[in-house]
C-alpha cells in the first residue's frame, strides 16, 4: 500500500511495457500479447510486475486468478486464437481487485475449477440420550437436558402418603453402579387426593415454595393446597430423607393424602460418567461456479479509427480505467446483496437499534453517547457467538462511512482519502477496534446508510460462515455482439465467480436518526 494518494497504475502500466520493449523486444498490449501470455518465463515477469505493489497476501490470491483467466484464454484461443483485446484482462483485473472493498470483508479463496467440493465443521450438542442438536438451532430451541446434568425421572408414587426407598434410578437408561444423585434436589411439586376432583386441580405447584435438599440430605416442608372450590385450604407437612450413594428417596406426608410427588434431580457429574457432549459432523458442500455475467462497452468509430489508440499503453489504460471501475463496483454490490439475503435468511434472529440522538436526561456531549453503540455492536456479536459456540472469530462491521464513522475509537489503518492498493486509487476504508471482541470495520460509500452488518469470520479454517470464490476473468472482442447495437464495436469483460453461505453468523445494528444534526448541536 502506498501513502500517496496518487493513482499511478497506469504509470505502472507504462513501465511494464517499456520494460518488456526493452528486455523482450515485445509489448504487452495488441497483437503481441499473445507471445506474452504463451511463454511461462514472460508470463510470470509480467504478472510480477502488475503485482509488484500489492501486500503478499493479496498478490498470492490475485496469482491464483490471473493463471486461470490465462488457462481460459489459451483454451478458447484453441478456436479463435488470442484476441488483442485480451491483453485488457489482466490490466482489468489487477485495478478491478484493487478497488474491491467487500473482498477485504469476507475470506476470499480463488478457484482454479469451476465445481469443487468444500468441507466444513458443523458443530452440534449430544443430549444424554444420544440425540444430535445443531447449532445454533440447539440453542434457540434447546432441550434441558442438553444444558442440565441428567435428569431423574420427575414424578413419584406414593402408597398411604409414603415413599419407601424409592430407586431414583429406575428406569433411567445409561446409570452405572458408580453413580449418585447431585446435591441439586427439591420437591417441585405434589398430588393430593382430597384436593379438587379435576385431575389439574389436583396437582400443586409449589414454585417458589419448592422444598429443597438440606446439608443432611433432608427434606423438610409444608404443602398448602385447595380442597374444594369455595377457598378452604389443606396444609401438609413433608418429611424425607435422600441416599445420594445409594439413590433412594424415603418420604412422608403426615396427612396421608399424598398420591403423588413431583421431584427436580439430576445424576452427579462426581464420577464422570455422563457429560454434555459437544462435536461437530464433517459436512461438505458442492460448489459450481455458474456462468460468467456479462458487462460490455462500446466505442465510437472515431476511437477505433485509431488503432494506436486501441492498442498503445494509453488507450489500454482508458480502457482498463473505466471497465474495472464498473466491474469492482458489481462485485461489491454483488457481495452487500449477497450478506442482506443472509441475514434475511436468519429472518432477523440477531437485530439491534441505536438511536444516535441522546436520551433527554442525558447531560454529556452527544459523543460520549456514541459508546453505547459500541455497547450495542459488542451485545449483538456475544449473542451470536453464544448461540453458535463459536468463539475464535473476529467480527466485520460493514457500512457507509456516515454510520461507521460513529463508531468510537477506531483505528482506520486504511483510508480513502490518503491511501491506494497496488497503486490503485479506491474509494473504501478499513479499519480496527477492540472491546468484548475484535472488529474489523469496512467502510465503503456503496454500502446504503442506515444499518451496520455485522458478522463472523472464524479464525480457524474449518468453520466457514462466508466465503467468496473467484474463478476467472476475460476480455473478449469477437463471437459477441453488443447486445444493443450490432454495428458498433464491441468489448466483453466475463467474470466467473461465486459466493456461498455456510453458517450463517450475521446480524444488524439499524441506526436512527443519523442525520448529523445532533453534532451541530
Known amino acids: 500500500m502506498s501513502f500517496n494518494k496518487t493513482d499511478n497504475f497506469n504509470q505502472i502500466l507504462k513501465e511494464t511495457d517499456e520494460m518488456f520493449r526493452q528486455r523482450y523486444s515485445t509489448s504487452i498490449v495488441g497483437d ?36 486461470n483467466t490465462r488457462a481460459e484464454i489459451l483454451t478458447e484461443s484453441s478456436m479463435t486464437g488470442i484476441q488483442p483485446f485480451a491483453s485488457l484482462t489482466m490490466p482489468i483485473l489487477v485495478k478491478l481487485w484493487a478497488r474491491l472493498a467487500m473482498t477485504e470483508a469476507i475470506p476470499t479463496e480463488p478457484t482454479n475449477t469451476p465445481a469443487f467440493t468444500v468441507p466444513f465443521f458443523k458443530p452440534y450438542v449430544m443430549d444424554h440420550d444420544g440425540n444430535n442438536f445443531y447449532l445454533p438451532e440447539a440453542i434457540n430451541s434447546v432441550p434441558e437436558n442438553i444444558v442440565e446434568l441428567k435428569r431423574l425421572p420427575a414424578e413419584i408414587e406414593a402408597e398411604g402418603g409414603k415413599v419407601q426407598a424409592h430407586d431414583l434410578f429406575e428406569g433411567l437408561e445409561g446409570t452405572r453402579d458408580v453413580d449418585t444423585v447431585d446435591r441439586k434436589f427439591s420437591v417441585v411439586g405434589a398430588y393430593y387426593s382430597d384436593a379438587h376432583n379435576d385431575e389439574e386441580a389436583k ?15 433432608r427434606l423438610y416442608g409444608e404443602i398448602k393446597y385447595a380442597t374444594d372450590g369455595n377457598g378452604t385450604v389443606a396444609t401438609d407437612t413433608i418429611l424425607g430423607h435422600v441416599d445420594l450413594e445409594n439413590h433412594t428417596l424415603t418420604l412422608a406426608s403426615m396427612s396421608g393424602n399424598l398420591e403423588k410427588v413431583v421431584i427436580r434431580g439430576f445424576v452427579s457429574s462426581e464420577q464422570h460418567t455422563t457429560a454434555t457432549q459437544v462435536s461437530f459432523d464433517i459436512d461438505r458442500k458442492d460448489i459450481t461456479v455458474g456462468t460468467a455475467e456479462h458487462i460490455e462497452a462500446n466505442f465510437p468509430i472515431e476511437f477505433l479509427q485509431d488503432a494506436k489508440a486501441m492498442y498503445d499503453i494509453d488507450g489500454t489504460a482508458e480502457v482498463v480505467e473505466v471497465m474495472s471501475q464498473v466491474s469492482s463496483q458489481k462485485v461489491d454490490l454483488d457481495i452487500i446483496e449477497f450478506l442482506e439475503r443472509a441475514y434475511e435468511g436468519t429472518e432477523s434472529a440477531y437485530e439491534r437499534t441505536f438511536d444516535v440522538y441522546p436520551n433527554s436526561d442525558f447531560a454529556m456531549h452527544p459523543n460520549d453517547w456514541l459508546t453505547g453503540l459500541r455497547k450495542t455492536i459488542d451485545h449483538l456479536a456475544q449473542s451470536m457467538k453464544n448461540d453458535y459456540k463459536n468463539y475464535k472469530s473476529v467480527f466485520v462491521i460493514v457500512g457507509n462511512p456516515l454510520d461507521t464513522d460513529l463508531i468510537p475509537n477506531v483505528e482506520w489503518t486504511f483510508t480513502s482519502t490518503t491511501d491506494t492498493v497496488g497503486g490503485v486509487d479506491v474509494n473504501y476504508s478499513v479499519g480496527a477496534t477492540s472491546g468484548s471482541n475484535r472488529y474489523k470495520i469496512i467502510s465503503s460509500d456503496l454500502i446504503p446508510q442506515g444499518s451496520l452488518t455485522v458478522f ?3 479464525s480457524e479454517d474449518n468453520y466457514k460462515t462466508f466465503v467468496y470464490y473467484p474463478y476467472t476473468f476475460n476480455v473478449v472482442n469477437q463471437s459477441y455482439l453488443n447486445t444493443r447495437n450490432a454495428n458498433v464495436p464491441n468489448i466483453m469483460l466475463t467474470r466467473r465467480y461465486t459466493l456461498e453461505e455456510f453458517t450463517p453468523m450475521i446480524g444488524k445494528v439499524h441506526i436512527k436518526n443519523n442525520d448529523g444534526s445532533v453534532f451541530s448541536r
Open 203 to 217: 396437582f400443586v405447584d409449589l414454585a417458589s415454595a419448592r422444598i429443597d435438599l438440606d446439608s443432611s440430605n
Open 32 to 67: 503481441n500479447f499473445a507471445e506474452v501470455i504463451t511463454d511461462n518465463a514472460l508470463f510470470e515477469s509480467y504478472t510480477g510486475s502488475l503485482l509488484e505493489n500489492f501486500d503478499h497476501s493479496v498478490a498470492e490470491g490475485l496469482e491464483g486468478i490471473l493463471e
Open 456 to 458: 463472523a469470520i472464524p
